[in-house]
């Protein structure tokens, strides 16, 4: 089920997210790989959970492959689709090769650069930009390659997009917000923001462009893990009071800190969104819990 | 200019090592300015050499070793020292080497020709005798109309060429925080110019066949292939 129907409808869309293992995944009938568990755990909570594209560019199971492993697991997945490893060629044929598996939405991103990783000394591809990457799904969607060159079969998938509300100056993110839009974004996720003053300011300008926005959810399982995301991953910036309520808490009631502060995001943000996309970082059992809080507060 | 650093003596000696007698040939124009190939770094590295028990035949450094017409005029005179020369040892440029085997090969001879230094690239000095930085990778296809003199292929990261990817953080790039995030560099660039307009166009895909290597320029008729 491409999202941008669920959108279309209406509804509140909740979207979770997995990453794949370094390693294969040829289960010969014995039990599916654990990200699969951990998806098929919130299915009934989630219209779609992303799969991650070798993650921070560490060198995992293909997210094409994963994606699939979702899909026969009952799971609709987001194919995260990045410019990091792959040419033109390459992404054009994954794109047709994931709407031929049966994918149906897409994530089309930069990709965090390959210093940041575990191959430091990897060619680097970025052959094209994410703003490019959407013009080009979009043209395979109309039934020709970025050449001009007619498909046999036109693909069929609903193009999502990123944006990272805390990015400042905000106006140069949103620029590129509106060239995404243009190209062919058709819903886009949000980079994780804690701060609803930030994200207000952020929607409020983003409105105009009219296509659906999803909040982006991250969910901080500790303080050392909140220091470790201000230090090592860039765009996500964990608010100190975020990192004092848990180190308030002894380490064994964190996951239940946890789901209290993502819950209060969550209500926070929703009545601002179309959407929610939760980067859960293995806690994906939290979801169940917000989501049925959020339907029966009325908020999705 | 052509950045240039010098390789460890160990790794020159080992590819010196089958050869007794050495011929030096530096470079004074970008290996000069790097201080890895002009007439004084050739003069040291001889010195070492000697040390090492190596008989240095003679030092030459062209004005710009990557040019026929500079090198040329230098080595041909030269002709029967390299001939009497077991290789020659060049402080240039991976360039100034290939030219420098291309003319001992015209002159007839065929002797090893090794390279004393690493190129890391097209580089342009800011600090003088401290610090060059990279602006253009020679795409072939020039956009620094379009982005107030600052170039999204060569300085991003990511050669992003519709706007910053979501990582800079406090106008740094997410790769590297002691670098500017360029698209910053360009939106506040072209703000200050009142072009900020430029940066709602699209930028299409570019045309890597212009990179494609080998490429040769003909000068006269202006044109690559
Ligand atoms: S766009 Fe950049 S890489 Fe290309 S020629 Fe201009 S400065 Fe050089
Ligand atoms: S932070 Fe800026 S310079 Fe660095 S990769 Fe992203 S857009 Fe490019």
Same mark, same amino acid.
């Given at each position: 089920?491409?999202?941008?129907?669920?959108?279309?409808k209406?509804?509140f869309v909740?979207?979770g997210?997995v990453?794949?293992v370094?390693g294969?995944c040829r289960?010969?009938?014995?039990?599916?790989p654990?990200?699969?568990r951990?998806?098929a755990?919130?299915k009934?909570?989630?219209h779609a959970v992303?799969?991650?594209d070798?993650q921070s560019?560490?060198m995992?199971?293909?997210?094409l492959?994963?994606s699939?492993?979702?899909?026969?697991?009952?799971?609709e997945?987001?194919?995260?689709?990045?410019c990091?490893?792959?040419n033109r060629?390459?992404?054009?044929?994954?794109?047709m090769?994931?709407?031929?598996?049966?994918?149906?939405?897409v994530l089309c991103?930069?990709?965090d650069?390959?210093?940041?990783?575990?191959?430091?000394?990897a060619k680097?591809?970025?052959?094209v930009?994410?703003v490019?990457?959407l013009?080009i799904?979009?043209?395979?969607?109309?039934g020709?390659?970025?050449?001009?060159?007619?498909?046999?079969?036109?693909t069929?998938?609903a193009l999502?997009?990123?944006?990272?509300?805390?990015?400042?100056p905000?106006?140069?993110?949103?620029?590129?917000?509106?060239?995404?839009?243009?190209?062919?974004?058709?819903?886009?996720q949000t980079?994780?923001?804690?701060d609803p003053?930030?994200f207000e300011?952020?929607i409020?300008k983003?409105e105009?462009?009219?296509?659906p926005?999803m909040?982006?959810?991250?969910?901080v399982k500790?303080p050392?893990?909140?220091?470790y995301?201000?230090?090592n991953i860039?765009g996500?910036?964990v608010?100190r009071?975020?990192?004092?309520?848990?180190?308030?808490v002894p380490?064994?009631g964190?996951?239940?800190k946890?789901?209290?502060?993502?819950?209060r995001?969550?209500?926070?943000?929703?009545p601002?969104?179309q959407g929610?996309?939760?980067?859960?970082?293995?806690?994906s059992?939290?979801?169940?819990p917000v989501?049925?809080?959020?339907?029966k507060?009325g908020?999705? | 200019?052509?950045?240039?650093?010098?390789k460890?003596?160990e790794?020159?000696l080992?590819?010196?090592a089958p050869?007794?007698?050495?011929?030096?040939?530096?470079?004074? $124009?970008?290996a000069?300015i790097?201080? %890895? !190939? @002009?007439?004084?770094?050739?003069a040291?590295l001889a010195?070492? &050499?000697?040390?090492?028990?190596?008989?240095i035949?003679?030092?030459?450094?062209?004005?710009?070793?990557?040019?026929?017409?500079?090198s040329?005029?230098?080595?041909?005179?030269?002709?029967?020292?390299?001939?009497?020369a077991?290789?020659?040892l060049v402080?240039?440029c991976?360039?100034?080497v290939?030219?420098t085997?291309?003319?001992?090969?015209?002159?007839?001879?065929?002797?090893p020709v090794?390279?004393?230094?690493?190129?890391?690239?097209?580089?342009?000095?800011?600090?003088?005798g401290?610090?060059?930085?990279e602006?253009?990778?020679?795409? $072939?296809?020039?956009?620094?109309?379009? %982005? !107030? @003199?600052i170039?999204?292929v060569t300085?991003?990261?990511?050669? &992003?060429l519709?706007?910053?990817?979501?990582g800079?953080?406090?106008g740094k790039c997410?790769?590297?925080?002691?670098?500017?995030?360029?698209?910053i560099?360009?939106?506040?660039?072209?703000k200050?110019l009142?072009?900020?307009d430029?940066?709602k166009?699209?930028?299409?895909?570019?045309?890597?066949?212009?990179?494609?290597?080998?490429r040769?320029?003909?000068?006269k008729?202006g044109?690559v292939?």
């Amino acid at each position: 089920m491409k999202l941008t129907e669920l959108f279309q409808k209406g509804v509140f869309v909740f979207t979770g997210e997995v990453g794949p293992v370094k390693g294969c995944c040829r289960t010969n009938g014995g039990p599916l790989p654990d990200f699969v568990r951990e998806a098929a755990a919130i299915k009934d909570y989630v219209h779609a959970v992303n799969v991650a594209d070798n993650q921070s560019a560490l060198m995992r199971l293909g997210s094409l492959a994963a994606s699939v492993l979702l899909k026969q697991a009952g799971v609709e997945p987001i194919f995260q689709l990045t410019c990091r490893d792959r040419n033109r060629i390459a992404l054009q044929s994954d794109l047709m090769s994931a709407c031929t598996l049966g994918i149906d939405n897409v994530l089309c991103l930069t990709g965090d650069h390959i210093r940041l990783g575990d191959h430091t000394s990897a060619k680097p591809v970025f052959d094209v930009d994410s703003v490019q990457l959407l013009k080009i799904a979009r043209g395979l969607n109309e039934g020709r390659d970025m050449m001009g060159n007619p498909l046999t079969q036109p693909t069929d998938l609903a193009l999502g997009a990123v944006v990272n509300p805390g990015f400042e100056p905000l106006d140069l993110q949103l620029l590129k917000m509106e060239k995404k839009v243009e190209q062919g974004a058709q819903f886009f996720q949000t980079q994780a923001v804690f701060d609803p003053v930030i994200f207000e300011s952020f929607i409020r300008k983003a409105e105009r462009f009219g296509v659906p926005v999803m909040y982006g959810l991250l969910i901080v399982k500790s303080p050392e893990m909140a220091r470790y995301i201000n230090e090592n991953i860039s765009g996500i910036t964990v608010p100190r009071w975020l990192t004092r309520e848990l180190e308030a808490v002894p380490p064994e009631g964190r996951k239940e800190k946890a789901l209290e502060i993502t819950l209060r995001l969550a209500k926070e943000m929703a009545p601002m969104v179309q959407g929610i996309h939760f980067m859960p970082l293995g806690w994906s059992d939290l979801i169940p819990p917000v989501v049925t809080e959020l339907r029966k507060a009325g908020l999705a | 200019m052509i950045g240039t650093t010098k390789k460890p003596l160990e790794e020159v000696l080992a590819a010196l090592a089958p050869h007794r007698k050495v011929a030096l040939v530096g470079c004074d $124009g970008c290996a000069k300015i790097c201080q %890895t !190939g @002009g007439v004084d770094e050739v003069a040291q590295l001889a010195q070492t &050499l000697e040390a090492h028990g190596k008989e240095i035949v003679f030092q030459a450094t062209p004005e710009r070793t990557c040019n026929v017409a500079k090198s040329d005029p230098v080595l041909q005179p030269l002709k029967e020292k390299i001939e009497e020369a077991d290789a020659l040892l060049v402080l240039g440029c991976g360039g100034a080497v290939q030219i420098t085997r291309h003319l001992t090969e015209t002159y007839g001879l065929t002797k090893p020709v090794k390279v004393g230094l690493n190129s890391v690239g097209h580089l342009d000095t800011v600090v003088p005798g401290a610090v060059a930085t990279e602006e253009c990778s020679d795409c $072939g296809d020039c956009v620094l109309n379009d %982005t !107030g @003199g600052i170039c999204p292929v060569t300085r991003c990261a990511k050669s &992003l060429l519709n706007g910053p990817c979501g990582g800079a953080e406090a106008g740094k790039c997410e790769v590297d925080h002691s670098r500017d995030c360029a698209w910053i560099l360009i939106y506040e660039r072209l703000k200050a110019l009142g072009e900020s307009d430029r940066l709602k166009r699209f930028m299409e895909p570019k045309d890597y066949s212009r990179m494609a290597k080998p490429r040769t320029l003909y000068i006269k008729e202006g044109r690559v292939a």
